[in-house]
C-alpha cells in the first residue's frame, strides 16, 4: 500500500547550527502531515504539522515546508540544541482514513556540543 | 498529567502466556488509537476507536489480538497466547475529531 516513506540516516549537526530533515510521500490522497520526535524509550510527541492547502509553518524554532507537487515533506530545525538529539518521524493521513497515520521509518539527529 | 496514560510501562511474558495492556486518553477525546513499534521503525497502526465504537483493523492485528473501549473512555488491549514476534513497544495515542494524536510512552513488551 502507500505510505510515507523515510529512510532511516543519522543525521549529525553541530549545536548551534540548522538541521533538516526530509521525508517523502507516496499517497497524493494525504491531506495531514505532522513530524513528531522520539526520544529513547519514550513515545512519539507532537513538534508541528502542516494540511495540504499550506506550502509552509512555523513554529518555535521549527519550520515545516510541504511540497505537493514532488510530494516532499521537511523540517527545519533553527539552532539546533542538544535536546534536540532524538528520531524524527513524518507521519500522513487521510481526513477519510479517521486521523489514522503512516509513519516512515524515522531519521535519527545526533547534535555534537 | 493530563496526558495519554499507558499501564503497564513494561511487561515480560512467557510465550503462550496471555497479556492484557491499559491505555487511558486525554479524557476530552473521542478517537483513541493503537499502534505497534518494532526497534529502529515508524509505529505501525493497529486499530482505532471512536469513543465505544471500534471503526478499524489493521491486517497486522491477528486473531490473537483483541482491543476494546467498552465505555468510550480508557482501552485495553490483549494479546492471546503471546509469540516472540510479539515483542514490540505497543502504543496508545488519543485525539479529537480534529487535530493531532496524542501518544502515550507505550507499553514495552518482552516475550522469552
Known amino acids: 500500500g502507500e505510505s510515507v516513506g523515510l529512510h532511516l540516516p543519522t543525521l549529525s549537526v553541530q549545536e548551534g547550527d540548522n538541521s533538516i530533515i526530509n521525508c517523502a510521500y507516496s499517497n497524493s490522497a494525504s491531506d495531514y502531515f505532522i513530524w513528531y520526535k522520539q526520544e529513547s524509550g519514550k513515545g512519539p510527541q507532537f513538534i508541528i504539522d502542516?494540511?495540504?492547502?499550506?506550502d509552509k509553518r512555523q513554529g518555535q524554532r521549527v519550520t515545516v515546508l510541504l511540497n505537493k507537487t514532488v510530494k516532499h515533506l521537511s523540517l527545519q530545525i533553527a539552532a539546533t540544541q542538544p535536546g534536540d538529539s532524538a528520531v524524527y518521524f513524518c507521519?500522513?493521513?487521510?481526513?477519510?482514513?479517521?486521523?489514522?497515520?503512516?509513519f516512515g521509518g524515522g531519521t535519527r539527529v545526533l547534535v555534537k556540543p | 498529567d493530563t496526558g495519554v496514560s499507558q499501564d503497564p510501562r513494561h511487561k515480560i511474558t512467557k510465550r503462550g502466556q496471555n497479556v492484557t495492556f491499559r491505555c487511558d486518553p486525554i479524557s476530552e477525546h473521542n478517537r483513541l488509537y493503537w499502534y505497534r513499534q518494532t526497534l529502529g521503525q515508524g509505529p505501525e497502526f493497529l486499530t482505532y476507536f471512536q469513543n465505544e465504537a471500534q471503526l478499524e483493523k489493521s491486517r497486522l492485528l491477528s486473531d490473537r489480538f483483541s482491543a476494546e473501549r467498552p465505555k468510550g473512555s480508557f482501552s485495553t488491549l490483549e494479546i492471546q497466547r503471546t509469540e516472540q514476534g510479539d515483542s514490540a513497544m505497543y502504543l496508545c495515542a488519543s485525539s479529537p475529531d480534529r487535530g493531532h494524536a496524542f501518544f502515550g510512552q507505550g507499553t514495552r513488551l518482552t516475550v522469552v
Open positions: 502542516i494540511r495540504s492547502n499550506m
Open positions: 507521519a500522513e493521513n487521510t481526513q477519510a482514513a479517521g486521523n489514522k497515520l503512516t
